[in-house]
């Protein structure tokens, strides 16, 4: 795999600066989403901006990946870049790694009309590895990251959640229209 010295030294470094200042491992990562138009949110994250928006027949303008599209595409993305930097770490080779991930819903729950819950009610995530590597060495790339991955933990885990509201008065001129 090409960039593999570059992926194992940054690897190394960082593990490197965190034993040796725990301290910088902890912090607070802020996400803004904003209401722009509609549905469709814009989205800043760190240095990056893109948006979200919902379907058309769902009452959004279809601007951008919803969510829900989002919250499964980070939690592959994870695994995906988890399972390379293990695999680099490791020295098992891979020539190519697909991961899907299939969620369930009922939205049922989300529209309110009964008791189902409202999220996700099961997810999977298939792991596709093309490799000259022998299967075990493979499983153990995908056990370690499985152990570790954020977005797999952040899914598995319950995390404490708390909400805090900030009203400010609207002027006339600034009520968003709703479409």
Do not use: W
């Not at 722009?36 to 009452?59: P, Y």
């Not at 390379?84 to 020295?91: E, W």
């Not at 409202?118 to 152990?147: H, M, Q």
Request: charged fraction near 30%; aromatic fraction near 6%; proline fraction near 4%.
């Amino acid at each position: 795999m090409e960039n593999s010295d570059h992926i194992k030294s940054a690897y190394d470094r960082h593990v490197k600066l965190i034993t040796q200042r725990p301290s910088i491992a902890k912090g607070t990562q802020i996400t803004r989403v904003k209401v722009r138009e509609g549905l469709t949110c814009d989205i800043e994250a760190k240095s990056r901006k893109f948006i979200t928006d919902i379907a058309l027949d769902q009452g959004g303008n279809d601007q951008g990946p919803s969510p829900g599209d989002y919250c499964l595409a980070g939690l592959g993305g994870c695994l995906a870049i988890g399972y390379m930097i293990h695999a680099v770490r490791l020295g098992v080779p891979i020539s190519s790694l697909e991961v899907e991930i299939q969620a369930d819903y009922d939205l049922h729950g989300e529209y309110g009309l009964n008791e189902t819950p409202a999220g996700y009610l099961a997810i999977r995530y298939i792991v596709n590895i093309e490799s000259d590597a022998d299967e075990a060495d493979v499983l153990r790339v995908l056990d370690e990251t499985d152990e570790v991955d954020s977005m797999l933990d952040t899914f598995r885990r319950p995390i404490p959640m708390e909400r805090e509201l900030r009203l400010n008065q609207a002027t006339p001129d600034k009520r968003l229209e709703v479409k």
